[in-house]
Protein backbone atom coordinates (compact mmCIF):
# COMPACT_ATOMS: atom_id res chain seq x y z
CA UNK A 1 0.00 0.00 0.00
CA UNK A 2 3.03 2.43 0.49
CA UNK A 3 3.66 2.91 -3.11
CA UNK A 4 0.33 4.10 -3.39
CA UNK A 5 0.60 6.89 -0.66
CA UNK A 6 1.95 10.34 -1.36
CA UNK A 7 2.46 13.71 0.12
CA UNK A 8 -0.85 15.50 -0.33
CA UNK A 9 -0.71 19.63 1.06
CA UNK A 10 -3.54 20.36 3.37
CA UNK A 11 -5.84 23.59 1.91
CA UNK A 12 -5.15 26.90 2.97
CA UNK A 13 -9.07 27.41 3.77
CA UNK A 14 -11.34 25.82 4.47
CA UNK A 15 -12.38 23.49 1.33
CA UNK A 16 -15.58 22.18 0.43
CA UNK A 17 -14.85 19.26 -1.63
CA UNK A 18 -12.55 17.71 0.73
CA UNK A 19 -15.50 18.02 3.69
CA UNK A 20 -17.91 16.51 0.86
CA UNK A 21 -15.24 13.79 1.23
CA UNK A 22 -15.05 13.28 4.54
CA UNK A 23 -19.09 13.31 4.75
CA UNK A 24 -19.38 10.39 1.58
CA UNK A 25 -16.97 8.23 3.89
CA UNK A 26 -18.73 9.23 6.92
CA UNK A 27 -22.10 8.02 4.85
CA UNK A 28 -20.51 4.92 3.15
CA UNK A 29 -19.12 4.00 6.89
CA UNK A 30 -22.71 3.94 8.63
CA UNK A 31 -24.77 2.68 5.69
CA UNK A 32 -22.23 -0.27 5.59
CA UNK A 33 -22.80 -0.69 9.66
CA UNK A 34 -26.50 -0.54 8.99
CA UNK A 35 -26.21 -3.03 6.46
CA UNK A 36 -24.09 -5.81 8.29
CA UNK A 37 -26.29 -4.97 10.90
CA UNK A 38 -29.62 -5.87 9.13
CA UNK A 39 -28.23 -8.60 7.33
CA UNK A 40 -27.10 -10.50 10.88
CA UNK A 41 -30.77 -10.40 12.02
CA UNK A 42 -32.18 -12.00 8.66
CA UNK A 43 -29.50 -14.37 8.69
CA UNK A 44 -30.46 -14.75 12.42
CA UNK A 45 -34.39 -14.78 11.96
CA UNK A 46 -34.37 -16.48 8.32
CA UNK A 47 -33.43 -19.46 6.67
CA UNK A 48 -31.68 -17.76 3.76
CA UNK A 49 -30.26 -19.71 0.50
CA UNK A 50 -26.99 -19.66 -0.27
CA UNK A 51 -27.90 -17.58 -3.57
CA UNK A 52 -28.85 -14.79 -1.21
CA UNK A 53 -26.31 -15.45 1.37
CA UNK A 54 -23.79 -14.76 -1.67
CA UNK A 55 -25.65 -11.91 -2.38
CA UNK A 56 -24.87 -10.14 0.72
CA UNK A 57 -21.78 -11.04 0.63
CA UNK A 58 -21.17 -9.36 -2.74
CA UNK A 59 -23.12 -6.37 -1.36
CA UNK A 60 -20.95 -6.04 1.27
CA UNK A 61 -17.75 -5.72 -0.95
CA UNK A 62 -18.99 -3.15 -2.86
CA UNK A 63 -19.76 -0.99 0.15
CA UNK A 64 -16.20 -1.69 1.45
CA UNK A 65 -14.89 -0.55 -1.80
CA UNK A 66 -17.25 2.71 -1.76
CA UNK A 67 -14.66 5.16 -0.50
CA UNK A 68 -12.47 4.52 -3.59
CA UNK A 69 -14.40 6.29 -5.64
CA UNK A 70 -12.61 9.73 -4.37
CA UNK A 71 -9.20 8.63 -5.45
CA UNK A 72 -10.55 7.33 -8.79
CA UNK A 73 -12.57 11.03 -9.07
CA UNK A 74 -9.85 12.58 -7.86
CA UNK A 75 -7.59 10.98 -10.22
CA UNK A 76 -9.83 11.44 -13.28
CA UNK A 77 -10.41 14.77 -12.53
CA UNK A 78 -7.17 16.20 -11.18
CA UNK A 79 -7.99 19.90 -13.02
CA UNK A 80 -8.80 21.17 -8.71
CA UNK A 81 -6.27 19.74 -7.47
CA UNK A 82 -3.68 21.14 -9.99
CA UNK A 83 -5.58 24.78 -9.49
CA UNK A 84 -4.64 24.16 -6.08
CA UNK A 85 -1.06 23.47 -6.67
CA UNK A 86 -0.73 26.56 -8.85
CA UNK A 87 -2.41 28.91 -5.83
CA UNK A 88 0.30 27.14 -3.62
CA UNK A 89 3.02 28.15 -6.08
CA UNK A 90 1.63 31.62 -6.61
CA UNK A 91 1.60 32.10 -2.70
CA UNK A 92 5.27 31.01 -2.10
CA UNK A 93 6.38 33.21 -4.87
CA UNK A 94 4.54 36.19 -3.68
CA UNK A 95 6.14 35.69 0.02
CA UNK A 96 9.15 35.45 -1.98
CA UNK A 97 8.98 38.63 -3.16
CA UNK A 98 7.47 39.89 0.63
CA UNK A 99 10.69 38.43 2.16
CA UNK A 100 12.66 40.38 -0.05
CA UNK A 101 11.55 43.21 0.10
CA UNK A 102 11.57 43.13 3.93
CA UNK A 103 9.13 45.94 4.65
CA UNK A 104 6.05 44.37 3.81
CA UNK A 105 3.18 42.16 6.07
CA UNK A 106 4.22 39.17 6.77
CA UNK A 107 2.30 35.73 6.34
CA UNK A 108 1.58 34.36 9.77
CA UNK A 109 0.90 30.15 10.64
CA UNK A 110 -2.23 29.82 12.06
CA UNK A 111 -0.55 27.82 15.16
CA UNK A 112 2.26 29.84 16.39
CA UNK A 113 4.18 28.75 19.36
CA UNK A 114 4.72 30.68 22.38
CA UNK A 115 7.47 32.89 22.59
CA UNK A 116 8.89 31.01 25.47
CA UNK A 117 9.09 27.76 23.58
CA UNK A 118 10.73 29.45 20.82
CA UNK A 119 13.70 30.73 22.89
CA UNK A 120 13.74 27.25 25.01
CA UNK A 121 14.21 25.21 21.29
CA UNK A 122 16.65 27.91 20.21
CA UNK A 123 18.54 27.49 23.42
CA UNK A 124 18.39 23.59 22.86
CA UNK A 125 19.68 24.08 19.57
CA UNK A 126 22.92 26.04 20.71
CA UNK A 127 25.69 23.38 21.17
CA UNK A 128 28.18 26.14 23.01
CA UNK A 129 26.61 26.19 26.56
CA UNK A 130 27.34 23.42 28.39
CA UNK A 131 25.43 22.37 31.35
CA UNK A 132 27.57 23.41 34.08
CA UNK A 133 27.48 26.95 32.60
CA UNK A 134 23.93 26.58 32.37
CA UNK A 135 24.19 25.87 36.26
CA UNK A 136 26.37 28.46 37.15
CA UNK A 137 23.98 30.99 35.46
CA UNK A 138 21.24 29.87 37.17
CA UNK A 139 22.66 30.08 40.49
CA UNK A 140 23.75 33.67 39.67
CA UNK A 141 20.49 34.53 39.02
CA UNK A 142 21.48 35.78 35.61
CA UNK A 143 19.27 32.71 34.08
CA UNK A 144 15.70 31.52 35.53
CA UNK A 145 15.41 27.65 35.83
CA UNK A 146 13.11 26.12 32.90
CA UNK A 147 9.25 25.92 33.42
CA UNK A 148 7.04 23.40 34.13
CA UNK A 149 4.59 22.94 30.78
CA UNK A 150 1.44 24.48 31.40
CA UNK A 151 -1.79 22.43 30.19
CA UNK A 152 -2.27 22.70 26.61
CA UNK A 153 1.76 22.51 25.56
CA UNK A 154 3.80 19.67 25.16
CA UNK A 155 4.20 17.79 28.35
CA UNK A 156 6.97 14.77 28.57
CA UNK A 157 5.45 11.39 30.16
CA UNK A 158 7.34 12.32 33.38
CA UNK A 159 5.78 15.64 33.49
CA UNK A 160 2.42 14.08 32.51
CA UNK A 161 2.05 11.97 35.47
CA UNK A 162 2.61 14.22 38.05
CA UNK A 163 -0.42 16.07 36.94
CA UNK A 164 -3.59 15.47 38.46
CA UNK A 165 -6.01 16.30 35.47
CA UNK A 166 -3.94 13.06 33.86
CA UNK A 167 -5.35 10.80 36.47
CA UNK A 168 -8.62 12.36 36.18
CA UNK A 169 -8.85 11.44 32.81
CA UNK A 170 -7.35 7.89 33.01
CA UNK A 171 -9.81 7.32 36.11
CA UNK A 172 -12.44 8.44 33.93
CA UNK A 173 -11.55 6.51 31.16
CA UNK A 174 -10.90 3.25 33.04
CA UNK A 175 -14.27 3.21 34.65
CA UNK A 176 -16.19 3.80 30.74
CA UNK A 177 -14.59 1.32 29.14
CA UNK A 178 -13.45 -1.06 31.79
CA UNK A 179 -17.24 -1.50 33.04
CA UNK A 180 -18.33 -1.59 29.21
CA UNK A 181 -15.75 -4.03 28.22
CA UNK A 182 -17.09 -6.11 30.99
CA UNK A 183 -20.44 -6.41 29.35
CA UNK A 184 -18.90 -7.35 26.13
CA UNK A 185 -17.00 -9.77 27.01
CA UNK A 186 -20.04 -11.58 28.53
CA UNK A 187 -22.59 -10.40 26.74
CA UNK A 188 -23.16 -14.49 25.35
CA UNK A 189 -23.48 -15.60 29.02
CA UNK A 190 -25.83 -12.71 29.70
CA UNK A 191 -28.04 -13.31 27.04
CA UNK A 192 -28.55 -16.78 27.82
CA UNK A 193 -28.81 -15.93 31.27
CA UNK A 194 -32.25 -14.10 30.30
CA UNK A 195 -33.78 -15.93 27.86
CA UNK A 196 -31.70 -15.09 24.83
CA UNK A 197 -29.83 -18.12 23.64
CA UNK A 198 -28.52 -16.39 19.51
CA UNK A 199 -26.64 -13.41 20.89
CA UNK A 200 -25.22 -13.13 17.47
CA UNK A 201 -27.42 -10.25 17.37
CA UNK A 202 -26.27 -8.74 20.68
CA UNK A 203 -23.09 -8.98 19.64
CA UNK A 204 -23.83 -7.00 16.43
CA UNK A 205 -25.93 -4.35 17.92
CA UNK A 206 -23.25 -3.39 20.45
CA UNK A 207 -20.52 -3.30 17.41
CA UNK A 208 -22.79 -0.81 15.56
CA UNK A 209 -24.00 1.25 18.36
CA UNK A 210 -20.58 1.34 19.19
CA UNK A 211 -19.10 2.92 15.76
CA UNK A 212 -22.03 5.19 16.24
CA UNK A 213 -20.61 6.26 19.36
CA UNK A 214 -17.21 6.52 18.19
CA UNK A 215 -17.76 8.45 15.22
CA UNK A 216 -21.05 10.80 17.24
CA UNK A 217 -18.95 11.25 19.98
CA UNK A 218 -16.09 12.72 18.28
CA UNK A 219 -18.53 14.84 15.42
CA UNK A 220 -20.76 16.21 18.66
CA UNK A 221 -17.51 17.16 20.81
CA UNK A 222 -16.06 18.63 17.92
CA UNK A 223 -18.71 21.20 17.02
CA UNK A 224 -19.35 22.10 20.85
CA UNK A 225 -16.10 22.48 21.60
CA UNK A 226 -15.52 24.83 18.85
CA UNK A 227 -18.78 27.07 18.80
CA UNK A 228 -19.30 27.10 23.09
CA UNK A 229 -15.72 25.91 24.46
CA UNK A 230 -17.60 23.27 26.02
CA UNK A 231 -15.05 20.42 27.50
CA UNK A 232 -14.93 17.00 25.85
CA UNK A 233 -15.20 16.10 28.99
CA UNK A 234 -18.98 16.80 29.12
CA UNK A 235 -19.85 14.03 27.17
CA UNK A 236 -17.89 11.61 29.08
CA UNK A 237 -19.75 13.29 31.90
CA UNK A 238 -23.48 12.22 30.08
CA UNK A 239 -22.25 9.19 28.90
CA UNK A 240 -21.40 7.72 32.23
CA UNK A 241 -25.00 8.53 33.35
CA UNK A 242 -26.69 6.75 30.94
CA UNK A 243 -24.46 3.77 31.44
CA UNK A 244 -26.01 4.28 34.92
CA UNK A 245 -29.19 3.67 33.75
CA UNK A 246 -28.45 1.00 31.45
CA UNK A 247 -26.84 -1.36 34.06
CA UNK A 248 -29.76 -0.94 36.09
CA UNK A 249 -31.72 -2.10 33.20
CA UNK A 250 -29.23 -4.94 32.77
CA UNK A 251 -29.77 -5.39 36.35
CA UNK A 252 -33.60 -5.66 36.53
CA UNK A 253 -33.61 -8.21 33.68
CA UNK A 254 -37.45 -6.60 32.41
CA UNK A 255 -38.72 -7.57 29.21
CA UNK A 256 -37.58 -5.93 26.03
CA UNK A 257 -35.12 -3.95 27.83
CA UNK A 258 -31.89 -5.84 26.86
CA UNK A 259 -32.13 -5.28 23.73
CA UNK A 260 -32.38 -1.22 24.73
CA UNK A 261 -29.68 -1.50 27.16
CA UNK A 262 -27.18 -3.08 24.53
CA UNK A 263 -27.60 -0.53 21.93
CA UNK A 264 -27.60 2.66 24.62
CA UNK A 265 -24.00 0.85 26.33
CA UNK A 266 -22.97 0.57 23.15
CA UNK A 267 -22.84 4.49 22.02
CA UNK A 268 -21.73 5.30 25.68
CA UNK A 269 -18.75 3.04 25.11
CA UNK A 270 -18.05 4.35 21.83
CA UNK A 271 -17.80 7.78 23.07
CA UNK A 272 -15.45 7.22 25.72
CA UNK A 273 -12.76 5.85 23.28
CA UNK A 274 -13.36 9.03 20.50
CA UNK A 275 -13.46 11.66 23.19
CA UNK A 276 -10.26 10.54 25.60
CA UNK A 277 -7.97 10.56 22.48
CA UNK A 278 -8.34 14.24 21.43
CA UNK A 279 -9.06 15.40 25.07
CA UNK A 280 -4.84 13.94 26.14
CA UNK A 281 -3.73 16.04 22.70
CA UNK A 282 -5.41 19.28 24.29
CA UNK A 283 -4.59 18.85 27.42
CA UNK A 284 -1.14 17.45 27.07
CA UNK A 285 -0.06 18.14 23.55
CA UNK A 286 1.22 16.39 20.75
CA UNK A 287 4.74 15.85 21.04
CA UNK A 288 4.46 12.68 23.42
CA UNK A 289 0.95 11.74 22.63
CA UNK A 290 1.76 8.58 21.56
CA UNK A 291 3.06 7.24 24.92
CA UNK A 292 0.18 9.15 26.48
CA UNK A 293 -2.97 7.93 24.64
CA UNK A 294 -1.40 4.61 25.15
CA UNK A 295 -1.42 4.75 28.40
CA UNK A 296 -4.42 5.94 28.64
CA UNK A 297 -5.60 2.76 26.90
CA UNK A 298 -4.34 0.42 29.36
CA UNK A 299 -7.83 1.41 31.47
CA UNK A 300 -9.52 -0.99 28.76
CA UNK A 301 -7.48 -4.22 29.75
CA UNK A 302 -7.18 -3.23 33.85
CA UNK A 303 -10.89 -2.67 33.63
CA UNK A 304 -11.31 -5.86 31.96
CA UNK A 305 -9.20 -8.07 34.41
CA UNK A 306 -10.57 -5.97 37.91
CA UNK A 307 -14.33 -6.00 36.49
CA UNK A 308 -14.69 -9.26 33.91
CA UNK A 309 -12.21 -11.39 35.82
CA UNK A 310 -12.02 -10.94 38.95
CA UNK A 311 -15.57 -9.46 39.76
CA UNK A 312 -18.30 -10.83 36.63
CA UNK A 313 -16.74 -14.12 36.27
CA UNK A 314 -16.67 -15.25 40.42
CA UNK A 315 -20.40 -13.83 41.04
CA UNK A 316 -21.45 -16.12 37.29
CA UNK A 317 -19.50 -18.93 38.70
CA UNK A 318 -21.22 -18.71 42.37
CA UNK A 319 -24.82 -18.31 41.13
CA UNK A 320 -24.32 -21.26 38.78
CA UNK A 321 -23.01 -23.31 41.64
CA UNK A 322 -25.53 -22.49 43.65
CA UNK A 323 -28.13 -23.38 40.92
CA UNK A 324 -26.91 -26.60 40.32
CA UNK A 325 -26.17 -28.00 44.23
CA UNK A 326 -22.23 -27.31 44.58
CA UNK A 327 -19.87 -26.57 46.86
CA UNK A 328 -17.14 -26.05 44.06
CA UNK A 329 -16.73 -23.18 42.23
CA UNK A 330 -14.99 -23.25 38.60
CA UNK A 331 -16.65 -26.09 36.63
CA UNK A 332 -17.75 -24.74 33.32
CA UNK A 333 -21.41 -24.88 34.82
CA UNK A 334 -24.01 -22.54 32.86
CA UNK A 335 -26.03 -19.74 34.68
CA UNK A 336 -30.07 -19.01 34.27
CA UNK A 337 -31.93 -16.16 35.41
CA UNK A 338 -30.90 -12.25 36.61
CA UNK A 339 -29.32 -13.06 39.54
CA UNK A 340 -26.46 -14.67 37.72
CA UNK A 341 -25.36 -10.89 36.45
CA UNK A 342 -27.05 -8.49 39.13
CA UNK A 343 -24.71 -8.34 41.58
CA UNK A 344 -21.99 -7.36 38.91
CA UNK A 345 -24.55 -4.46 37.10
CA UNK A 346 -25.53 -3.04 40.29
CA UNK A 347 -21.48 -2.48 41.14
CA UNK A 348 -21.28 -1.35 37.66
CA UNK A 349 -23.50 1.32 38.50
CA UNK A 350 -21.91 2.13 41.66
CA UNK A 351 -18.35 2.23 39.58
CA UNK A 352 -20.01 4.85 37.02
CA UNK A 353 -21.27 6.60 39.65
CA UNK A 354 -17.88 7.62 40.75
CA UNK A 355 -16.44 7.83 37.03
CA UNK A 356 -19.05 10.82 36.83
CA UNK A 357 -18.46 12.28 40.07
CA UNK A 358 -14.67 11.91 38.69
CA UNK A 359 -15.69 13.53 34.99
CA UNK A 360 -17.64 16.66 36.60
CA UNK A 361 -14.53 17.38 38.81
CA UNK A 362 -12.03 16.85 35.51
CA UNK A 363 -14.32 19.11 33.67
CA UNK A 364 -14.44 22.06 36.18
CA UNK A 365 -11.23 21.80 35.79
CA UNK A 366 -10.14 21.84 32.68
CA UNK A 367 -12.76 24.19 31.43
CA UNK A 368 -10.33 27.62 31.33
CA UNK A 369 -7.86 25.53 29.04
CA UNK A 370 -10.50 24.80 26.45
CA UNK A 371 -11.64 28.61 26.82
CA UNK A 372 -8.19 29.64 26.03
CA UNK A 373 -7.41 26.91 22.98
CA UNK A 374 -10.57 27.84 21.42
CA UNK A 375 -11.58 31.15 22.51
CA UNK A 376 -11.53 32.35 18.69
CA UNK A 377 -13.59 29.33 17.48
CA UNK A 378 -10.60 27.33 16.20
CA UNK A 379 -7.86 25.86 18.09
CA UNK A 380 -4.70 27.77 18.83
CA UNK A 381 -1.83 27.41 20.86
CA UNK A 382 -1.69 28.88 24.15
CA UNK A 383 0.18 32.26 24.34
CA UNK A 384 2.51 32.00 27.63
CA UNK A 385 4.77 34.85 29.16
CA UNK A 386 8.51 33.96 28.97
CA UNK A 387 10.03 32.75 32.57
Same mark, same amino acid.
Given at each position: ?21 ? #? ?38 ? #? ?261 ? #? ?61
Amino acid at each position: MMYFVRPCAPASGDDSEEHRHF #LFIQASSIVLGLYLLTTTIMADTYSLSPLISYTFVFIMIL #LLMAPLAIPVKMTLNPMRTRKSGTLDQSIGSSEGLVQGEGNADKTEPLLTPSSSAKNLGSFHESEDVSEVAMLLAEGEGAVKKKRRPKRGEDFKFSEAVIKADFWLLFLVYFVGVGSGVTVLNNLAQIGIAQGVHETKILVSLFSFCNFVGRLGGGVVSEHFVRSRTLPRTVWMTFTQIIMIITYLMFASAMDGTLYIATALLGICFGVQFSVMLPTVSELFGLKHFGLLSNFMALGNPIGAFLFSGLLAGYIYDNEAAKQHG #LNRIGSNLTCLGPNCFRLTFLVLAAVCGVGTILSIVLTKRIKPVYQTLYSGGSFRLPQSTSH
